[in-house]
């Protein structure tokens, strides 16, 4: 499994800086947030960090988008997001399942949803991409049966989703969950993060659940992103936790 960063877990640091970063603790990769450090369509910039991250021996794993299916107005265009994960070299793009919790979805939401979910993912098909979902509230993959019922109606082979930790579930709910995705082979990658209701902790603050996750998740071999970072002073030690649940 590749160990790395989510970009905008930093977003007061410049690519370069955040690249040294990660290639200082000893990880493996870096998804690539489209808001500030790759905005889309900047072709120039996507270069300029591809060219850094070939530099030191990174992988981009993913681009990591802001687009909410079926009805954000400010969404970037996806074909111009596809091209820019192509300039970036990665083969996935993280984007949103709306802007609605899956409780307050009624139909047309949902059928408007899954109708843009498999327009991007057919343009994503035409450059050999997957497109994953992130696992967020307020959005239709809040839960693990609201996740599981989009995945399906969207029926397409690139489609898939994140897995992170649900703040309210016990650790063997959890585990369950991964165990579900993983069972429909649609697990790509797990944001890494340890919480106690708002407040971060340092990675190992969570060492009873995280190895739990981790082996769970193993099959499908997923990136471990790390994500809420309690303080920039703080990675160092997170990275080194981080590196332990893939070395055993």
């Not at 800086?17 to 910039?45: F, M, Q, R, S, T």
């Not at 165990?179 to 708002?198: A, G, P």
């Not at 769970?216 to 997170?238: G, H, I, S, Y």
């Amino acid at each position: 499994m590749l160990t790395g960063l989510v970009s905008v877990t930093f977003r007061e640091l410049s690519p370069a800086e955040i690249i040294k970063l990660v290639k200082g603790a000893g990880l493996d990769c870096i998804e690539w947030g489209a808001d500030i450090h790759c905005p889309p369509g900047d072709v120039e910039n996507a270069k300029k960090v591809a060219a850094m991250m070939a530099e030191n021996g990174l992988k981009t794993v993913s681009y990591g988008t802001y687009y909410h299916i079926y009805g954000k107005a400010d969404n970037a265009d996806f074909n111009t997001l596809v091209q820019t994960a192509e300039v970036l070299k990665t083969d996935n793009l993280r984007i949103w399942a709306g802007q609605i919790s899956s409780q307050d979805a009624d139909e047309a939401v949902w059928k408007a949803a899954v109708t843009d979910a498999q327009r991007c993912a057919d343009i994503a098909a035409e450059k050999g991409k997957t497109v994953s979902f992130e696992y967020h509230c307020n959005t239709l993959t809040d839960t693990l049966a609201t996740t599981v019922q989009l995945l399906e109606a969207v029926n397409r082979d690139n489609v898939f989703t994140y897995w992170q930790p649900q703040a309210f579930s016990k650790p063997e709910e959890n585990v369950k969950d991964i165990q579900t995705l993983l069972k429909m082979q649609k697990l790509k990658n797990l944001h890494v993060f340890s919480w106690e209701d708002r407040d971060r902790l340092s990675l190992d603050a969570h060492a009873d659940r995280w190895p739990l996750y981790v082996n769970a998740a193993a099959p499908c071999n997923p990136a471990l992103l790390m994500e809420f970072v309690k303080e920039t002073t703080q990675f160092a030690a997170d990275a080194k936790y981080l590196k332990t649940l893939v070395e055993g």
